[in-house]
């Protein structure tokens, strides 16, 4: 191949990092995301939410919801994260992202430094009640296949920086936990 990466002047030691929120659909994870993005903003900190129904309405809309697929839009999110991460924006991701390998992957794509993974580990009961799309109902009626949960598996983290319940914690509480991953 071709190709030569060209080296900025800017150190990576001096970029910043991505939030890598992980769990289950309707868990909190987009709603923290994008409370947490509001919060460093406000705070002249330069943040953007790479959320994972938001993208698969544009960079990943040719991919669907096997183990393949899956594995493909977490490569091209932690490819992306890593270049805004270089740009100097705070990423914060929400994505299912349900297998450990595929996390790892993105962790090695961005950088151990630089990759915060906080599990939103809200029960599967809750996630249930709050469904606002109501795919947990169609997933156990076998209309939605490969779904989170009940028709494919879920990988909980193994050693997350944090891990978040939004069955227990308020949003402002979830987020001041959240927001202190910058300062560790």
């Known amino acids: 191949m071709n190709v030569t990466w060209h080296e900025g002047i800017v150190k990576r030691s001096e970029r910043r990092m991505t939030f890598w929120l992980t769990?289950?659909?309707a868990s909190g994870k987009s709603t923290l995301a994008f409370?947490?993005?509001?919060k460093l903003i406000?705070?002249?900190k330069a943040a953007y939410v790479l959320d994972g129904d938001n993208v698969r309405h544009g960079l990943?809309?040719?991919?669907g919801?096997?183990?393949e697929d899956r594995s493909e839009n977490i490569r091209r999110i932690a490819e992306v994260a890593k270049l805004m991460n270089?740009?100097?924006?705070?990423?914060?991701t929400a994505f299912i992202s349900p297998f450990q390998a595929d996390r790892a992957m993105a962790r090695d794509i961005i950088g151990e430094k630089y990759f915060k993974e906080v599990y939103v580990s809200t029960p599967i009961a809750v996630c249930e009640q709050r469904d606002p799309k109501h795919?947990?109902?169609?997933?156990?009626k076998g209309e939605v296949a490969d779904f989170t949960g009940i028709t494919s598996p879920y990988e909980a983290p193994i050693e997350p920086a944090l891990v978040i319940d939004t069955s227990i914690l308020t949003q402002d509480e979830a987020v001041q936990r959240l927001a202190s991953l910058l300062k560790g």
């Open 42 to 44: 406000s705070e002249g």
């Open 65 to 67: 919801f096997s183990a």
């Open 135 to 140: 795919l947990y109902e169609r997933a156990r």
């Open 60 to 63: 990943n809309r040719d991919l």
């Open 35 to 38: 409370a947490l993005e509001h």
């Open 23 to 25: 769990g289950l659909s």
């Open 86 to 92: 270089d740009a100097g924006l705070i990423v914060i």
